[in-house]
């Protein structure tokens, strides 16, 4: 909360009682005219600063809003990754993350993007063939393409088997 703001608004409301007080002493019209002018304006200046205080306080939830959105949504990518390890599984230097089997929950083996998993995205890579009958690895997301170094791959395999295999 805008603490500034609170201050000031409490200061003016101060101001108008004051004003308002001495307006019960006042003898003519033209006087009491010129004190209800001052108090207008001092229960104004409450006002706008009340509305700075109560914007900056909006401002703040919404800020911690979208902090707790990106906290959230930080926490579950550090899980995520967890259930993944980077593995070379074929003849060629591409390294790939591999699911974990101890982490899959019943999920089917499969490859990720390592240059997408780096920037905290999952893709799925699809094996392609490319016109020499070499079988590349292709994200749909980023386009890399990895060269396997084989003419046939089996299925996507877990990452505990990957890693006993090298
Ligand atoms: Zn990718």
């Not at 000031?8 to 006087?31: N, P, V, Y």
């Not at 060629?92 to 019943?106: D, I, M, R, V």
């Not at 690895?137 to 505990?160: F, H, L, N, Q, W």
């Amino acid at each position: 909360m805008d603490l500034v703001a609170i201050q000031a608004a409490i200061s003016s409301l101060k101001a108008a009682a004051d004003i308002s007080k001495s307006i019960m002493d006042m003898k003519s019209m033209s006087e009491v005219q010129g004190k209800v002018i001052e108090l207008q304006s001092a229960l104004l200046e409450a006002q706008n600063c009340a509305l700075m205080a109560t914007t900056s306080q909006f401002e703040l939830q919404e800020k911690i809003r979208e902090l707790e959105a990106k906290l959230n949504e930080k926490g579950n990518w550090v899980k995520e990754k967890a259930r993944y390890q980077l593995v070379s599984p074929w003849r060629g230097p591409a390294q790939t993350y591999a699911l974990k089997q101890s982490e899959a929950n019943g999920e089917e083996p499969h490859l990720v993007c390592s240059s997408c998993f780096n920037k905290e995205a999952k893709e799925i890579l699809n094996p392609l063939k490319n016109k020499d009958g070499w079988v590349q690895m292709v994200c749909p997301r980023c386009k890399s393409t990895m060269d396997t170094g084989y003419k046939g791959i089996g299925g996507p395999k877990y990452a505990e088997e990957y890693a006993k295999e090298s």
